[in-house]
């Protein structure tokens, strides 16, 4: 017998997981596929939702009537849709994201005006048709390094981040709790820095980058909030990613399997033909060091090796 989530309470379509105060995960019902978490951040005045996921769910009815009656804003790390996709659902708020991710969605958005629908999976992993209204006609607020998101005796600070993930990828601090919420730029299931199109994707970016939050904000740093595969993670994961940077860099090759508990489990091998080209490129590995985990390119290590291509 099979359970119908659109059936369920609104309460039950979603959970919710506090993490500091006012501060909240929220977990869509969406067993088969490794959508992100979006994060809430409470202020006085307003409250911050970062990454609105990727779900046919409610999402902004879960939060209004579950987690908070404060105005709400969006903030969206990078532009991938298990990201951005609900955006559609906060047109009336105010929608902050960098020009990159920007660039990047209305590029999509004139392609399908050309090839038709983006894609969309329901609860249950299923391909669904989306609507026009979906794509969303919002126009964002644009936002960059050094950029503050004021939620009413709560401040959120875009950190300086070479994006290697995504180009234009936003790195928010939360100066009430300490805490960074990274997008899918630092991550413990795989952090995926292989040379993604835009990107100035390599280890030693990658190494600069972290090295860079360390020295800048190391002392104030109390937990790191990613979207996917478990929050909140130490700070001292850090550290132990700098290592592992380090373990690349000296010649200590990864395995060549990248494969993980989160990719594959649910259909994601099957739901992504990329997916699968990673799986078969000897040039893409994966190391692992302390709970650290890159999926990198041994063609593109250094710099230099993006600056030659």
């Known amino acids: ?43 006085d005045d307003c409250a911050l939702i970062i990454d609105a996921t990727h779900t046919t769910l ?20 990078h532009s991938h849709l298990d990201h951005t996709n609900d955006n559609y659902m906060f047109e009336d708020c105010e929608i902050f994201m960098s020009e990159s991710a920007w ?17 969309q999976v329901d609860a249950d992993g299923n391909d669904v048709t989306m609507k026009p ?22 401040v959120i600070e875009v950190l300086p981040y070479v994006g290697c993930h995504s180009p234009g990828s936003l790195i928010f601090f939360d100066h009430n709790t300490g805490i960074l919420f990274t997008g899918d730029e ?13 990107t100035k994707s390599c280890v030693e ?11 800048g904000w190391g002392d104030k740093i109390t937990a790191i909030c990613p979207p996917h595969n478990g929050s909140p993670i130490h700070p001292l994961f850090l550290t132990y990613l700098v290592e592992n940077c380090d373990r690349v860099l000296s010649g200590i090759d990864g ?5 993980s508990m989160s990719f594959m489990l649910g259909d994601f091998w099957a739901e992504m033909p990329m997916a699968q080209k990673w799986m078969a490129d000897p040039d893409i590995l994966r190391s692992e060091w302390k709970g650290t985990s890159i999926v990198y390119n041994r063609t593109r290590l250094h710099k230099s090796d993006i600056e030659q291509k």
Request: glycine share 8%.
């Open 133 to 154: 209204e979906q794509r969303g006609t919002y126009t964002p607020t644009l936002i960059g390094p050094g950029d503050k998101i004021d939620l009413g005796n709560r």
């Open 205 to 215: 970016q990658l190494r600069e980058n972290i090295q860079n939050l360390i020295d």
């Open 103 to 119: 660039n990047d969605i209305r590029a999509r958005r004139e392609m399908d005006d050309v090839k038709g629908s983006w894609r």
């Open 58 to 77: 409610p999402i902004r009815e879960y939060v209004e009537k579950c987690v908070t009656d404060k105005p709400l804003k969006v903030a969206s790390t």
């Open 186 to 198: 630092i991550e413990c299931g795989q952090m995926l820095v292989m040379g993604q199109p835009g």
């Open 1 to 43: 017998m099979s359970l119908d989530v659109n059936a369920l309470p609104i309460n039950k379509k979603f959970n919710r997981r506090l993490i500091a105060p006012d501060t909240w995960i929220i977990n869509p019902f969406n067993p088969k596929i490794n959508t992100g978490r979006p994060y809430v951040l409470i202020g």
């Open 255 to 259: 395995e060549m399997n990248i494969g």
